[in-house]
């Protein structure tokens, strides 16, 4: 490829810095996509400008004029502190008639919507698990077709927020208790799902039209105790200590070639029907039965070199340099 500039939109406290070594695991673990991707396409020659962006977007268009960027490198997970508002900022994008990497506006308001993705999926038959969503200062009642155990969630949150041991639960009292919590704490509508018991796997789908589909990874825990069930909480993603703790591990996903066609044409329709664009990992439950369940979408999630997505594109014989460039000329030709 030849070089581009590249402008790499991110939050201001994650913007890459030169000493790595003054911080500590968990600051180098938040801030370690930041850096892998300035860090990798800088050294595939490309010229590379971080631009911190929280509250004003301003900035944006200065930056714009005066760099002149081939391609915007979006990085931003939320902005003015709310998760959502990131769809706006692309958005914002498109009117300045920038290019940029990752998903565009509309996929992102689908697949961001945990019950509004679940109902056009289930609509075209994908197995999802039975769900309710409970607004902010609705009564809480458990749908008769939905049993425990459920898992309770933020209904817009991503990255795990608010999920963890307690989440899961198998009464109503727990269940209104659970609910209470997103409401009060994340100031969120919550969403229940019936818990799928089996293999957390995670399908990592790059393209517009044309996809790609890495080879499905798994998520793993070789310390849990006994009994207890696995599932992606804000520590299990983003606790450096828990996870060496606990044997919090990614790999591979031992699939026969039937499981793993079969995920690949579930994957492949999920994306189109959900109408992302870029990349984006879909993430599943595999039960005892053999059944795929359709849990969530995540466009433009995180790839920094040792993240998931990586690994399960290096599995399928891209490297990471090969997979920002990709993604980058992704962004080009949407």
């Not at 929280?54 to 990085?75: M, S």
């Not at 200062?137 to 459920?150: D, H, K, L, N, S």
């Not at 957390?200 to 207890?228: H, M, Q």
């Not at 999630?301 to 980058?328: D, H, N, Q, W």
Request: aromatic share 8%; glycine share 6%; charged share 25%.
């Amino acid at each position: 490829m030849k070089p581009l500039r590249i402008l790499a939109i991110m939050h201001p406290e994650l913007m890459p810095s030169g000493d790595r070594e003054a911080l500590s695991a968990q600051e180098q673990s938040e801030s370690k996509t930041e850096y892998d991707v300035v860090r990798t396409l800088r050294a595939a020659g490309h010229e590379v400008l971080p631009l911190g962006v929280q509250y004003e977007l301003r900035p944006i268009r200065a930056a714009a004029e005066e760099f002149k960027p081939h391609v915007v490198f979006n990085l931003l997970e939320e902005f003015h502190g709310e998760v959502l508002f990131d769809q706006n900022v692309v958005s914002y994008l498109e009117l300045l008639h920038l290019p940029y990497t990752g998903c565009n506006p509309r996929g992102m308001i689908i697949s961001r919507g945990k019950a509004l993705s679940k109902k056009l999926v289930a609509y075209h038959r994908i197995k999802v698990p039975e769900f309710a969503v409970f607004p902010i200062g609705a009564r809480i009642r458990r749908p008769a077709r939905m049993r425990y155990p459920v898992i309770v969630k933020s209904l817009i949150e991503h990255a795990s927020v608010g999920i963890a041991k307690a989440s899961v639960v198998d009464s109503d009292e727990k269940l209104a208790e659970r609910v209470a919590f997103v409401h009060e704490r994340i100031h969120t509508d919550a969403i229940a799902e019936q818990f799928i018991a089996g293999r957390e796997i995670y399908v990592s789908v790059l393209g517009n039209e044309r996809l790609t589909v890495f080879p499905p990874w798994e998520l793993l825990a070789t310390k849990l105790p006994d009994g207890e069930p696995l599932i992606a909480t804000a520590k299990v993603k983003h606790d450096v200590e828990y996870q060496q703790r606990h044997g919090i591990e990614t790999r591979a996903a031992d699939l026969t070639a039937d499981q793993s066609a079969r995920l690949v044409r579930i994957a492949k329709r999920i994306y189109k029907i959900l109408e992302l664009s870029g990349y984006a990992r879909l993430d599943f439950r595999l039960d005892d039965a053999g059944e795929f369940y359709f849990l969530e979408a995540n466009p433009n999630p995180e790839i920094a070199e040792r993240e998931e997505f990586a690994s399960s594109a290096r599995a399928g014989g891209v490297s990471y340099t090969e997979l920002l460039e990709r993604i980058v000329m992704t962004g080009i030709r949407y």
